[in-house]
């Protein structure tokens, strides 16, 4: 059975801090994708990662991937409020991508000024 | 559409009736996925399809719940006999190839 695992679970920081989140998972996929979801929100997708070393970055977010460790970390740079949020990691349920994600329970981030 | 459509938002229905949730997925896409997503967890996938055909319903809690997509767009989740424990988070997102799904804003299940 494919899991995924995140942690922590729940994080709270300060303003201006950096913290890292982890996803561990336990199948072979080359491809993660992280995404965030806002209180009573929907997901958006943030990042897709799509081979093993692949590094992306968005404002102060940053995603990579190692496929033989089989984790990605979500990197968080000198954080503010509005980075609050939940963000879940996920990989696909079978080789292919066409079958859907499995997701990990989330990472509940609190940033307080 | 601009983006995944759901509907309704949010329905509240007593124990042992019938609902049809309803998804109408971003245009052109060719997967369309239904996922259930419990307060404070991640999405659990339900059901997928691709153009008209179920592809994987081994998420489906039981044989109350089905799903269609007859003409390969518009989709509608369906749960018989509702129970109090089938109140969620009811999510259809879609993909137009790999991996990457676009979600819906949801329709909030209530089980009296």
């Known amino acids: 059975e494919l899991k995924v695992e995140q942690n922590p679970l729940f994080l709270s920081m300060q303003e201006g801090k950096n913290y890292t989140i982890y996803c561990n998972y336990s199948?072979?996929?080359?491809?993660l994708y992280w995404y965030r979801q806002d209180p009573g929100k929907s997901l958006e997708s943030l990042f897709v990662l799509l081979s093993n070393g692949a590094v992306k970055q968005e404002g102060r977010l940053m995603a990579s991937l190692d496929t033989k460790a089989r984790l990605s970390t979500l990197h968080i740079t000198a954080a503010v409020h509005d980075l609050s949020a939940t963000y879940f990691c996920a990989v696909e349920r079978k080789g292919g991508g066409a079958d859907g994600l499995t997701f990990g329970k989330g990472t509940h981030l609190i940033i307080q000024p | 559409g601009a983006g995944v459509s759901q509907s309704p938002r949010y329905k509240v229905t007593k124990r042992g009736q019938d609902v049809a949730l309803r998804c109408d997925p971003i245009s052109g896409h060719v997967s369309l996925y239904w996922y259930r997503q419990a307060l404070g967890q991640g999405p659990e996938f339900l059901t997928y399809f691709n153009y008209e055909a179920q592809q994987d319903k081994s998420g489906l809690p039981n044989d109350r719940f089905s799903a269609e997509r007859p003409e390969g767009s518009i989709s509608t989740l369906t749960i018989q006999r509702t129970e109090q424990r089938d109140s969620a988070m009811y999510r259809c997102a879609s993909s137009l190839s790999f991996g990457e799904l676009f979600f819906g804003e949801g329709s909030r299940l209530t089980v009296l």
């Open positions: 199948t072979t996929s080359d491809r």
